[in-house]
């Protein structure tokens, strides 16, 4: 029985890591296909997909349908706040989160340097996270004083 959960987790493992290369791959080239929202420059530097059917959701290796954190840019504030790849986002600002689109348009009402509380789930539970929103030119500004 241990040999056959190691060769499970191996397994796992391998496809873990050419699923994460591919997503890297995707973010890098900003290849916006149907179903996907990339989120532009700055702090939300993400690469989102709506997961809504059970085909989907088996070719993604999921159990739950919605909206699903396929890439962070490892230099942004949402991944220095703590999303990553793989999160499901279940709210933002307390509004439930079923579609891209959605997110999207609950991004684009909030102010630069608002904060953003975003509820992900995670193979661990629930997590709570806020992100503070910064415009594309202000991290370069930031530590400076005029």
Do not use: C
């Amino acid at each position: 029985m241990n040999g056959k959960r190691v060769i499970v987790t191996a397994a796992a493992a391998l496809a873990a890591a050419a699923i994460a290369l591919g997503l890297w791959t995707l973010l890098e080239s900003r290849v916006n296909t149907p179903g996907q929202t990339v989120l532009g420059e700055g702090a939300l530097d993400m690469v989102l997909i709506d997961i809504e059917d059970q085909d989907a959701a088996t070719h993604y290796h999921v159990n739950t349908l919605g909206v699903y954190v396929l890439a962070v840019d490892q230099a942004s504030e949402a991944y220095a706040a703590g999303v990553r790849s793989g999160d499901r986002i279940v709210s933002a600002n307390g509004v439930p989160v079923t579609s891209t689109g959605e997110f999207g348009l609950l991004r684009a009402e909030l102010e630069p340097s608002a904060a953003l509380e975003m509820v992900l789930e995670r193979s661990q539970g629930e997590e709570s996270l806020t992100v503070t929103l910064v415009d594309g030119a202000q991290p370069e500004a930031s530590g400076r004083e005029e």
